[in-house]
């Protein structure tokens, strides 16, 4: 069965560096999302990605994060300027369109471990 | 804002038992519903989902789950637990169906005895 896949699984970085994280979503989907977890809480939705533009964004999801596909397979999330409540597990996923027009269940990766110190 | 409340960290349950993982939500429109299954160093799999119909929607791997309005309850079951559905389970709930827009609970760590 076709996978998401995420890279790196595990990033540690110093408050204050940019980092990317990398997915790859499954080749004929065409809407992608990233999600986050803190240790301990709820998975939240930062953004969802349709036509080479943000569909819907949460409050989470501020000036330092931004997301962009750069080649046609390749999905990523920037976070500007890290600080440490960033640090959390992060998960990219996709979703293909439905001949009912609607967009329907996520393919999930296995996600990044972001460790910001 | 809608929301889902999953109220137990871990459920045990011996092999060969009936497995219950609840889910509540809360939503301001029609609820759509999700399960969701994390097995170790893999993503979220979708296991079922309840949009309209039948209260009782059937999913993969011998799981289904109940929809209930007025307890505002999603739980999912199965009759008869293996040692393999040992799992994180994730439920969440939409207000828009296809937007895939999800709001998750924090997730019940499953553990099945054998």
């Known amino acids: 069965e076709p996978e998401v896949t995420q890279t790196p699984s595990h990033q540690v970085t110093q408050m204050g560096q940019e980092v990317i994280l990398r997915c790859v979503p499954i080749?004929?989907?065409?809407?992608f999302y990233w999600y986050r977890q803190i240790l301990g809480q709820k998975v939240e939705f930062l953004v969802s990605?349709?036509?080479?533009?943000?569909?819907?964004k949460s409050e989470i999801f501020d000036d330092q994060f931004s997301v962009e596909r750069p080649d046609g397979s390749n999905f990523t999330l920037k976070i500007r300027s890290t600080k440490l409540e960033d640090s959390a597990m992060y998960f990219c996923?996709?979703?293909?369109?439905?001949?009912?027009?609607?967009?329907?269940?996520?393919?999930f990766g296995s996600g990044t471990q972001l460790s910001v110190l | 804002a809608q929301s889902v409340a999953q109220p137990e960290d871990q459920v045990n349950v011996a092999e060969g038992n009936p497995l219950t993982v609840k889910c509540t939500y809360s939503?301001?429109?029609?609820?759509?519903l999700f399960w969701y299954v994390q097995y170790p160093n893999r993503g979220l799999q979708f296991l079922l989902k309840?949009?309209?119909?039948?209260?009782l929607v059937k999913g993969s791997y011998g799981f289904e789950a109940e929809f209930n309005k007025s307890q505002t309850s999603f739980h999912l079951k199965k009759p008869s637990a293996l040692v393999s559905d040992s799992a994180l389970y994730f439920c969440a709930v939409s207000d828009h169906y296809g937007n895939n827009r999800l709001a998750f609970g924090k997730g019940n760590q499953v553990v099945v005895i054998p």
């Open positions: 990605f349709y036509n080479n533009e943000i569909s819907e």
């Open positions: 080749s004929n989907h065409l809407y």
């Open positions: 309840y949009i309209t119909g039948d209260n």
């Open positions: 939503v301001s429109g029609n609820p759509y």
């Open positions: 996923a996709s979703s293909e369109m439905s001949p009912t027009g609607k967009d329907e269940k996520l393919f």
